[in-house]
């Protein structure tokens, strides 16, 4: 049974940081393509960035130079490193986990999901 439970979440002024974690389990998580995503009140969910096992990485062209995508193999956990964040960021953020071997913002190709930590920029 695959869980992945998000952590980090918070409010912080523009021009902040934050890190957002995703731990997993249940799951070989060598084979999979981790990814965040992003949904503001009335807007659809959006990818944010995104990376494989190999270390391959996809951002959003939103916040490409901001955010960082990263995964400590050893402790089966997702990172995001958010800086110099903007109001606009302001959003839940979720991650998701597909076995794969690339990668991409495909929202109904990801079938596993956390619940979620809210991400408020003012």
């Known amino acids: 049974h695959v869980q992945l439970v998000e952590s980090g979440g918070g409010s912080v002024q523009a021009g902040g940081s934050l890190r957002l974690s995703c731990a997993a389990s249940?799951?070989?998580?060598?084979?999979?393509?981790m990814g965040w995503f992003r949904q503001a009140p009335g807007k659809e969910r959006e990818g944010v960035a995104a990376i494989v096992s190999d270390g391959r990485t996809i951002y959003a062209f939103s916040v490409k130079g901001r955010f960082t995508i990263s995964q400590d193999n050893a402790n089966n956990t997702l990172y995001l490193q958010m800086s110099s964040l903007k109001p606009e960021d302001t959003a839940m953020y979720y991650c998701a986990a597909r076995k794969n071997w690339w990668c991409d913002f495909v929202r109904a190709s990801f079938p596993y999901w956390g619940q979620g930590t809210q991400v408020t920029v003012s």
């Open positions: 249940g799951f070989t998580y060598g084979s999979y393509c």
